[in-house]
Structures are given as C-alpha cells and as structure tokens.
C-alpha cells in the first residue's frame, strides 16, 4: 500500500508530466529527471548535455512489473518472477529488452520519447525506481501513458544522491522537484543498477551498488530466457 503522503506527491509529479513540465524525484540511487512529453525531454537532454565531452547515458522508461509485461516483447514467467522478487526489494535493474509490437504504453507516446529510450533496436526500462516513482509511474499507466528519465546530472557525471546536489539549472527548468532526503543506495562505480538484458541473457553486468543479501542473479551464470522459463 502506498501512504497517503506518497499519493499526493505522486499525484503531483504525474500532473506536472502530463502538462509538459520536467520534474525531479528520487530513485533507489539517485535522483532523476522525469518527463512524459517530447519537448520536456529535449528540454532535460539539453541540461544534462551542458559542460559534457559527449558521453552517452540512455533515457529510461520508469518501469514497474505490469509496465515491463506491457512493453516488453515476451519476458518468460522464471525471469519475470525474479525481476518482480528484486523491485519489490527495491533493487535497482535495468531491463534491456526488445519493444512489444502490440504495446499499449508504447503507443500511447510521441515516438521520439520512444527513441530516446531505444538504442540498437533495444528499450531501456528501470525497475526497482523507489516507492515514489513507482506510485507516479502507476498512475501514468493507468492512463495510457509513460514516464522517462535520466540522471539529474551532466552526462558521465556521478548520480545526485540529495535535492541539494543537484545543478542549479536543473532544478530551476523543473516544473517541480520533490526533496525525499538522501537516496537511500549508493553505487560504488559509475553504474548505480544492475543490466538485466532479456532479449539475450537474463544477467549482462553485475551492479557496481551494494550486494544484495540474498542475490536473485548469479553473476556468474548467463540466463537463456527461453531455457529458464523450459527448465520451470
């Protein structure tokens, strides 16, 4: 259940999305910039392009389990069943997977939003974002709609861990921007989640975060979708 505190700032952030803004929240390991809308995205691209060399960081699709089952083309249930165990536990991953032809969401937003979340024919999709951006990323859904972000940061610079650390002109573009104190993972190294890349292998790089304390991936073993979801 998510409390009512939790609605309201959720609610908030969605109707800034929904009206063209760029908003700031949170995520398990840093804060992001969040955006539904094209112009909004460009918009946040452009700050994060500011003082950069040209490194390249994909724009994300804030991602919950029925926004993956929805975007996503054909996760088997073994693999889906660990990603739904790791968000719960708040698990930071990235989904790298091919796009549902039929999607619901995908089709309910400007295709260069979808671009920017595609590279090499592959969509990017966060899991285990925070209770915040999750609530948000629900009440999208449950309109048709997607939320997409990035680091509140230059590109190849270290993720945002409070409000306060993140640039000035990031957090005046914003329509609005919601401190919920410091994040409560830290990476270790330049990557803050795990890549789970489903349109090959179940795992492709371990998280440079935290160990879990009871790992749902070896990361010493590739996980064939189709074989895992056989071997059920």
């Known amino acids: 259940m998510f409390s009512t505190t939790l609605d309201h700032d959720a609610l908030r ?18 804060y992001l910039l969040l955006a539904m809308k094209s112009e909004a995205l460009a918009r946040a691209l452009a700050l994060k392009s500011e003082g950069s060399k040209g490194e390249y960081e994909p724009t994300l699709v804030m991602g919950t389990i029925p926004v993956l089952e929805d975007v996503a083309a054909s996760v088997g249930p073994v693999t889906l069943g660990r990603l739904a165990r790791a968000a719960r536990a708040q698990r930071p991953l990235t989904a790298i997977t091919r796009a549902n032809a039929t999607s619901r969401l995908l089709a309910g937003i400007e295709a260069s939003v979808v671009n920017h979340c595609t590279r090499e024919a592959r969509l990017h999709v966060a899991l285990g974002v925070g209770d915040l951006i999750a609530r948000t990323v629900q009440i999208a859904s449950d309109q048709g709609r997607l939320v997409v972000g990035a680091g509140a940061s230059p590109f190849g610079r270290a993720a945002c861990l409070s409000l306060d650390s993140v640039p000035a002109p ?33 795992i492709e790089r371990p998280s440079d975060g935290p160990p879990a304390a009871s790992s749902l991936w070896d990361s010493g073993t590739a996980y064939p979708e189709r074989e895992a979801d056989r071997a059920a």
Do not use: C, K, Q, W
């Open 170 to 202: 990031m957090r005046h573009a914003a329509a609005i921007a919601i401190d919920h104190g410091p994040v409560p993972l830290r990476a270790r190294g330049s990557f803050g989640s795990e890549l789970v890349n489903l349109a090959v292998t179940a």
């Open 13 to 30: 952030l969605y109707t800034a999305l929904a009206d063209g803004g760029i908003a700031i929240a949170r995520s398990t390991t840093g």
